[in-house]
């Protein structure tokens, strides 16, 4: 008797296609997510280095006061966007970590 395949072998069938084939698989066989989450974090912390260089040199416009301020706060704000970004992108992990985990338990 032929079994469907389980949770843990789908994903490993969809490692072994491509990233395009998976984006477009609209019935959600193959998740996609695990395999973004480093491009995910990266895009995430350019992004908030791209907001603090902008608001610092935006500052500096100013006032050379208004954009030491700036500096240090986007310092401070870098370090806790960094946290912040590292967490979510933790708990993704742990999420799709644990499907994967009861997944396998129920096999």
């Known amino acids: 008797m032929v079994t469907a395949p389980s949770y843990s072998e789908q994903q490993v069938m969809a490692r072994e296609k491509g990233l395009l084939e998976n984006l477009m698989d609209f019935s959600f066989e193959r998740i996609v997510t695990p395999r973004l989450l480093k491009m995910l974090y990266g895009v995430h912390l350019l992004l908030g280095l791209i907001a603090a260089t902008w608001f610092v040199f935006s500052q ?3 006032s050379i006061p208004n ?4 500096l ?3 310092l401070a704000g870098m370090a806790l966007w960094i946290v912040y970004c590292r967490v979510i992108v933790e708990l993704l992990a742990v999420v799709f970590r644990a499907g994967q985990v009861i997944a396998s338990s129920q096999n």
Request: without cysteine; hydrophobic residues 60%; aromatic residues 10%.
């Open 72 to 74: 240090i706060l986007s």
């Open 60 to 62: 500096f416009q100013t």
């Open 67 to 70: 954009g030491l301020l700036a």
